[in-house]
């Protein structure tokens, strides 16, 4: 069955005033501050004044280890709430916020698809509230205020070969990851290398994420590590005496934004750091606003459960004092042929047996969920392309290892469409669950990356380069040893290799090739193969296909 382009079906759609969203989560136009007629700040109060109201549910929305087609994880977190709100309970999903990068780059933009989108899909795309520009702006004060300091004297006796803050862009650029700053004589400064990341991969990104309330952002930023002196101290953003200016700049970032499924159903989008570097997850205050507004909330941290999931909880439930208790895991056919071994070329051609061989992948993402004590349910995201034996393939695998899982129409048919799965995740969060991390703080660096990349990946080992064990010492020194670990790896793959589809090879082992202490947001992360933090455009971008007409009528967006 053929459907309009997503970004049709979005400008078709009946929206809601923000106020009348608002309204139907209890919130009065003094909770929030409108940013059009149709998203909207919420207020920090809400939170504290509704600090004694029962916490609702958390539903993590998570995937099998994706294709480099995506396996529509947005898609089933929103078409999951509007199918809970179809059956008539109060929910709220809440999303990450889209980058620019990808929005142009290849991936194009991040509200769903189909009949299960969240809006207004052009403002969520692009610029939405400027969240990301504050962070840019607050990321390359911080840039400039040490660069100036370098200039004048340099105080903090700052090391030019050991300056660990870039400047960032939230448009990918190939030409810029590697620059020299400072040319043009004794006006142009000091010269130095540096470059450029994505701004999502700031570690302002990640504080946004992590921080509970504007103070607690203002005391993590205060606490980022920008370089080291040359008697090897750390240098931090509070030394520059730069934190005030910053937190300035984010007062406004901090508050989450709320806006609208296509059905009218309540989504707070807010957060959005790198889902490799950093942890990938919507904001802490989001979450913990949501929680107070809504019966369930439904979550979508970034990439599979291998990354995303096992981040949102050893890092960002830690912190947050959150008790998630269920796992959805969306599954697709063409991702379980694809890590069967077939070609994507290969993909839309039925194949029971490829399907058979990338159940493995599958099983590894639901034993990984377990392994923190939650409850899972699979969700069969649905195709066109897909054939009845290879569906029939997966949910008679699931009925064999008594994992419930539940076949979904969403992106065809919205809320109805996710009928079945939100009834089976109402019967599922019934069932007792019993969340914990995966390892304690206090457990070597070492150790904490070789748990993780052992539960969660399937490696035999890890091994960590001359370059990473240096660093090790370094961060053992300095104390800041026991923080949770982020680890940093393509989403691709189990392993650091992308090529490496389904499980590793027997006997694998995962190269961990440096160690970086972000000391503000408070993890380490582990660094798995080679990671750019500034994306480069395909071939042929995504921002080619896009045009606006007389009218200011967007196309090509989706």
């Given at each position: ?79 999951l ?6 059956i ?9 916020q ?20 969240v ?58 990851r ?6 043009g004589?004794?006006?142009g ?59 300035i ?19 707070i ?64 056919i ?31 993402e ?5 392994k ?116 940093a ?35 380490i ?34």
């Open positions: 069955m053929a459907i309009p382009p997503d970004i049709e079906i979005a400008q078709n759609a009946k929206l809601k005033l923000i106020t009348e969203v608002a309204a139907d989560l209890g919130l009065s136009e003094d909770d929030i501050e409108p940013y059009g007629k149709y998203k909207a700040k919420i207020s920090l109060d809400v939170m504290k004044r509704l600090k004694d109201r029962p916490d609702g549910k958390i539903i993590i929305m998570t995937a099998v280890t994706p294709t480099k087609t995506g396996e529509g994880k947005t898609t089933m977190a929103v078409g709430a509007q199918a809970l709100g179809h008539g309970k109060k929910n709220i999903v809440v999303l990450r889209p980058s620019l990068g990808p929005v142009f780059g290849i991936k194009g933009g991040a509200c769903g698809g189909g009949y299960a989108q809006l207004p899909m052009e403002d969520i795309n692009i610029h939405f509230t400027g969240d990301l520009h504050a962070i840019t702006v607050a990321h390359d004060l911080l840039t400039s205020l040490m660069e100036n300091h370098i200039y004048r004297g340099n105080k903090l006796d700052i090391n030019p070969y050991q300056i660990m803050w870039k400047r960032v862009l939230d448009i990918e650029s190939r030409f810029l590697n620059i020299v700053a400072g040319l004589g004794r006006l400064g000091v010269p130095y290398e540096t470059g450029f990341e994505i701004t999502t991969a700031s570690e302002i990104a990640a504080i946004h994420a992590i921080a509970v309330d504007l103070m607690d952002l203002k005391r993590r930023m205060g606490e980022i590590t920008i370089a080291y002196n040359k008697k090897r101290e750390p240098v931090t953003a509070a030394d520059l005496n730069a934190v005030g200016a910053m937190t700049l984010m007062k406004e970032a901090v508050k989450p934004n709320l806006v609208q499924t296509l059905e009218n159903t309540p989504a989008i807010h957060g959005g750091p790198f889902a490799n570097i950093a942890h990938g997850c919507p904001s802490l205050i989001a979450i913990k606003t949501a929680l107070k507004l809504a019966d369930y909330v439904v979550v979508e941290p970034g990439f599979g459960a291998d990354l995303g999931m096992e981040k949102f909880c050893d890092i960002a439930a830690r912190v947050g004092g959150l008790k998630p208790q269920l796992v959805v895991i969306v599954a697709t063409k991702a379980l042929k694809r890590h069967g071994g077939l070609k994507y070329k290969e993909l839309k051609e039925p194949n029971v047996e490829a399907v058979r061989r990338g159940l493995p992948i599958l099983n590894q639901v034993e990984n969920a377990k923190f004590g939650l409850r899972v349910i699979v969700c069969m995201n649905h195709f066109y392309s897909d054939d009845q034996a290879e569906i029939d393939t997966v949910l008679d695998w699931c009925k064999e290892k008594g994992v419930p899982a539940a076949f979904t129409d969403t992106v065809l048919k919205g809320g109805p469409g996710g009928k079945e799965l939100a009834e089976l995740v109402l019967e599922e969060l019934e069932k007792p669950s019993d969340f914990h991390p995966l390892y304690p703080l206090d457990m070597p660096v070492e150790e904490k990356i070789r748990t993780i990349a052992q539960n969660m990946y399937g490696v035999a080992d890890v091994e960590l380069s001359s370059e990473a064990r240096r660093a090790l010492r370094r961060i053992e020194r300095l104390g800041f040893d026991k923080m949770p670990i982020c680890m790896k393509t989403p691709l793959s189990l392993t650091e290799n992308e090529r490496i589809q389904g499980m590793p090879p027997k006997g694998y082992i995962l190269p961990i090739t440096n160690l970086k202490p972000s000391t503000g947001v408070g993890f992360i582990a660094y798995c193969g080679d990671i750019s933090t500034m994306p480069a455009h395909p071939s042929k971008p995504a921002a080619e296909g896009m045009d606006i007409d007389e009218n200011g009528v967007i196309k090509g967006l989706s």
